[in-house]
Structure formats: C-alpha cells, structure tokens
C-alpha cells in the first residue's frame, strides 16, 4: 500500500476533540487505502510551559535535562492520539522518536538527524498499524534522549517521509498552506499553490515560522515533496517542490518578517587586517547567531561595523564585546533593541532587477526609515524599527501586488 505520512502541529492536536478530529482524519487516509505514519507536536503551548517550568526550579537548567522534558511533550500526544484511533475502532500503536529510529548527535537541544532505522515502523505497518510517531525528538548512540530545535516536528515527519520513501508527506497546521505573507500580519495575504523549496528555505529562515527552516532544507536535500494544508478543513494546500526555473516564475513570491531582533555597532574600528575577525570570532565562541553584517566605507583609517541578531541574545554577550573594542583600539558600542527585519523573496529575482528599488520606495512613501541592507540571489532584506514592521510588510505586499485581488 503507498505510504503516507501526515503531521499535525501543535495547535491541531491543541485540545481533546482536536485529537479525535486527527484520529478521524488518519483513519480515513487508512480506508482510503494508505499505509500511514503520522507525526504529532506536543499540544499547543505545552514546550512553552515546560520551558517556563524548568526555569522555575533552575536559573540554567542543563540542555540535556531541558531535551529530558521537552520530549514528555511529544510523548503525551502519541499516547493520547493511539488512544483516540483505539476507541474509534482502527489499529495503532505510539513510537517514541527513539522506538521509531532516529538517531541523532549529541548536540542536546538542536540535534541534527545522523540516522534513521525505521524498522519497527516498517513491521508495525505491515501488521496494518497506523504508527504515531512522537516528533521532534530522537536519541543518541549512547541512548541519550534530544531534540531537534523549535518546531522540530516538521522535521522529523519530513525525515521520516524520506526513509520510507513515502508517495507525500502532508504538513497539517492551522492556516491552509504557505501565504505570501504571515496572513495575521498582512490579511489580504494569499495562499500560493506551490512554492519551491529554496523561496520556502528563504522564507523559513527569514521569520516565516510556518515550516522550520532545517526540514525544508532536508527536504530539498533529499527532495522529498510535501504540501502544507489545514488540519480544520479539507481545502488543498500549498505543494512544496523544486520548481524549474521558467518565464512564467514571479520575481517576488513573498514576504517575512522576523521581530525582536537587535543591532550592535561597533564606532571608530581600526580599518586594518584582523580587527573585524576578532570581533566575529569572540561572538561565535559566544555561539551568537549573527544575521545582517554592515561595514562602512573607511574614514580617516576608521570604519564603523553594525551587526543584528536576536533581541534575547544581547545579555548574552554582556561586556565581552566592550572588552574587544578596547584590545583593537576601537570606539564605543552601541546597543540597540527593538529592531525587526522584512524579508522580500523570490527566485525570479535571479533574473529581474529592480527590487531593491521597488521595495526602497514603497517604504520610503510610507516613511519607513530602512537601517540596514542584506541581500542574497533570491532575497532583499531591511532592518527598521520594529513598530513600524506590520505596516513596511502591508506596503511591500501592496508594491508587490501580492494581494488576492491584485
Ligand atoms: P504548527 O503548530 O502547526 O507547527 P506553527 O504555529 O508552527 O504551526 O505555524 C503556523 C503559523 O505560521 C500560522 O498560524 C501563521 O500565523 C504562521 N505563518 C508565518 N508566516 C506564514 C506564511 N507565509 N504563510 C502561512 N503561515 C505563516
Ligand atoms: N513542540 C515543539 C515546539 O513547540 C516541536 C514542534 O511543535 O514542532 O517547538
Ligand atoms: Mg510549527
């Protein structure tokens, strides 16, 4: 029988009757006359309150008791979701990340996929088993429980779907599919039918936290399809694939945005060889994350060098980055929060100029100020100021003419 295998985020499985409409949902993908696997996330909020929880009774609990708890969430959703399926009559049984496989590095908290060995999930299958799999985790060599990042459980349903060579991974949520924009922020946002892989990847990784950006990117590695739709009803969603480059591609498919982000400038850095490597190197001992890079054009043997990353991340680097300053004989740092980026994508852009001006003057008419500039072969991305990012977003999907009536 062809394989499917379907996975329903946290808000889809968010309370008991929700539960019982996945249950349903799985069993008539079954009737239908598939075999399925079906991947689940804990229930709406439950990491959040574990994470809360944790922090309660440690001020830095470590990262492998976090990937301990963290996992309980999954793992109360298998259970729940085998119990609905059982008392709607039809067989399945619940795996956990380990039962179901995936094996993983050591790096608790964001663990990569090393391995999967989906043999149970094969022999449960063939004893016509529907198999619920808990997402967003996997164990070690040594046994070790992880977990694979925020929003991991697209990660492992895409992971799986490759392994077992699935016919279509379905990616259940509570929007019908991938939109030109977050449809809670921009609501003339339109869903698009099938977007490609590297336009999702740009999206993903730039604030559009419909898909996790790793599965995407497994998913192009390993080119697995998948469609993004609703678990609430039964509309066809967004198919996600490799799309050949043709006339007919739009230069610009959608827009992210990604908030709470913050911008360090380094003033009067000596413009010589190895100042800007010191500073990059201590954040990246640090494992900062850093995003948009902007150096100035030397004055006088100087140059000033701005940078962002995320808003909760800036404690982090406390005086270390003062203490650098000082040793490469560099000015003040200046930090500052309450930043957000807006991302402009589209893989036409590799053959269309005129974006950047497009985008330039939409925010500029509507008196946006733009902080910084990054861009990439498929992307345009602005730093401004954070209050005014839902309404930049707005502006640059008008310019676009992204609506659904445009
Ligand atoms: P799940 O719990 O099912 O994994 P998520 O909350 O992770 O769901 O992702 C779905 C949410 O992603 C939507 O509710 C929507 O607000 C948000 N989102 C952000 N950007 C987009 C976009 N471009 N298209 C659709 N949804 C988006
Ligand atoms: N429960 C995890 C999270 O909230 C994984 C997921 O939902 O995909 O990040
Ligand atoms: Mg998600």
Redesign the pocket.
Known sequence: MPLIVQKY??TSVGNPERILNVARRVIETQQAGHSVVAVV??MSGV?DSLIKLARQVADKPTDREMDVLLAT??QTTIALLAMAIHSLGSKAISLTGAQAGILTDGIHTKAKIANISPRQIRKYLNEGYICIVA??QGQTLQGHITTLG?????LTAIAIAAALKAKMCEIYTDVDGVYTCDPRVVPEARKLETIDYDELLEMASSGSKVM?SRSVEFAKKFQVPFEVRSSFNTNRGTIVKEEPLGLENVVVRGISIERNQAKVTITNVPDKPGTASRIFTTLAEANVIIDVIVQNVSMSGTTDISFTMNGDELEKIGGMLDAVAREIGAGEVKRQKGVAKLSVVGIGMRSHSGVAAKLFECLGHGGVNIQMISTSEIKIAVILDEVKIESAARLAHEAFGLSADA
């Open positions: 985020g946290g996330s804990a990491t969430g999954e997402g967003f925020r929003g991991g459980s697209d996790q």
